[in-house]
């Protein structure tokens, strides 16, 4: 009886190592994705920066004439020109944002002031020159572009508002973000950076934000009215004190214009940066740490907390755009393989962009060869993935 019991229990105990060796891990690593190409639409060697509409691809450029003057340009999926814009109204223009908003209108923003005039008075009589030395006519000068205007476009290219700004002090516009509640506009000074709102045409009183220590890339504005602020500091900000060398900054300000929150993204004697975000609050940045420098990833809550993270050694520089169904993209230039991704190898100078589900799986990655220095990106459900590098090429994935 007693070996019958043996017998018995050895029995199932085999077959349950049986059972649980074909059944699948829970702890399985998952498969690697495989690494698939961006494909150039056109190239714009004047393209300074870029959004994406649901249905065409907007880029701006700068040139200089009799004045200064703005090109906007509108391209479809294709690469075909759809429309074009010239920004001339006999003022010297200059845009140096621009933005897209939830209706598909185009946000732009920059500097103006009136062009010099040309000299008109005619001399009565000639200024004597017995040595017949030819003289140089002398340019007028360029007043300062002490007005910050912002442009809307509707997707058709027709102008439908601006306002205007006069400030004491030039300032450059570094970021703006636009929604049905009004639009937030980031202003950069030597001393600092400022926000200021503009709704119904009118620009609010401007908030500062730190000194030259504090310096912010990405601004979104909320849904109620407020914004989200996202850089670096090395001083202390709405009483938040330095605790790296250089901490990442998540700021939000309310819709009254004061300070409502601070997060400090830090690390022990090492340099963090927000770079980029989505309005869904993923933010992708750097971490230098001596001689180790990482891209980080991270999805955070309306209230700051974060709901997964990752890092990848990388350059350092790094774009964040939104996907479908609460993916993501991170746009970087790794320094080592990808864990998770297959077919792809360091290449000095050739980025990569990572797609995340919602629960921060690695679920795409897409390169090209010409996929260097990127500086704008967007995503559309029709055209896919859409990044404008520093020469001019625009590259699509056509992803879902």
Request: charged share 20%; hydrophobic share 40%.
């Given at each position: 009886m007693i070996a019958r019991k043996n017998w018995l229990r050895k029995t199932l105990f085999t077959a349950a190592v049986f059972a649980v060796a074909l059944a699948p891990s829970a702890g399985a690593a998952p498969k690697a994705v495989a690494i698939k190409p961006l494909v150039q639409i056109t190239q714009d060697a004047t393209a300074e920066a870029m959004v994406v509409t649901s249905k065409y691809i907007i880029t701006y450029a700068n040139f200089v004439g009799q004045s200064a003057d703005i090109k906007l340009r509108a391209i479809d999926f294709t690469g075909a020109e759809i429309w074009s814009k010239t920004i001339d109204s006999g003022w010297d223009e200059v845009a140096t944002a621009i933005a897209v908003d939830a209706q598909g209108s185009i946000w732009l923003a920059g500097n103006s002031a009136a062009a010099p005039k040309a000299e008109s008075t005619t001399a009565t009589t000639g200024a004597l020159n017995p040595?017949?030395?030819?003289?140089?006519?002398?340019?007028?000068?360029?007043?300062?572009?002490?007005?910050?205007?912002?442009?809307?476009?509707?997707?058709?290219?027709?102008?439908?508002?601006?306002?205007?700004?006069?400030?004491?002090?030039?300032?450059?516009?570094?970021?703006?973000?636009?929604?049905?509640?009004?639009?937030?506009?980031?202003?950069?000074?030597?001393?600092?950076?400022?926000?200021?709102?503009?709704?119904?045409?009118?620009?609010?009183?401007?908030?500062?934000?730190?000194?030259?220590?504090?310096?912010?890339?990405?601004?979104?504005?909320?849904?109620?009215?407020?914004?989200?602020?996202?850089?670096?500091?090395?001083?202390?900000?709405?009483?938040?004190?330095?605790?790296?060398?250089?901490?990442?900054?998540?700021?939000?300000?309310?819709?009254?214009?004061?300070?409502?929150?601070?997060?400090?993204?830090?690390?022990?004697?090492?340099?963090?940066?927000?770079?980029?975000?989505t309005t869904s609050l993923f933010l992708t940045g750097v971490v230098k740490s001596g001689n180790t420098i990482e891209t980080a990833v991270t999805k955070f809550t309306s209230a700051f907390v974060p709901t997964w993270t990752n890092r990848f050694a990388s350059t350092g520089l790094s774009l964040a755009v939104p996907g479908a169904s609460g993916s993501v993209f991170a746009i970087f230039e790794p320094t080592s393989s990808l864990k998770g991704v297959s077919g792809w190898k360091v290449s000095k100078g050739q980025a990569v962009a990572l797609q995340f589900d919602s629960k921060g799986a690695i679920s795409g990655a897409f390169t090209s060869a010409q996929l260097n220095a990127p500086i704008a990106a967007g995503y559309s459900t029709d055209g896919g993935l859409i990044v404008l590098t520093a020469t001019g090429v625009i590259l699509r994935a056509a992803v879902r």
């Open positions: 040595d017949s030395i030819n003289i140089e006519s002398t340019a007028a000068l360029r007043p300062d572009m002490k007005n910050i205007t912002l442009w809307q476009f509707s997707v058709t290219g027709d102008l439908l508002s601006q306002a205007n700004l006069t400030t004491l002090q030039p300032a450059i516009v570094d970021a703006i973000s636009a929604n049905a509640t009004g639009t937030s506009v980031l202003l950069a000074r030597d001393a600092g950076q400022s926000l200021a709102s503009v709704k119904a045409d009118s620009f609010s009183r401007e908030l500062t934000l730190g000194t030259s220590k504090s310096k912010f890339t990405t601004v979104l504005r909320g849904s109620d009215g407020s914004t989200y602020l996202f850089g670096s500091s090395s001083e202390t900000l709405g009483g938040k004190k330095l605790a790296g060398k250089v901490d990442g900054i998540l700021m939000k300000v309310s819709k009254t214009g004061t300070i409502a929150s601070v997060i400090r993204s830090s690390a022990p004697k090492a340099i963090r940066d927000w770079q980029s975000a």
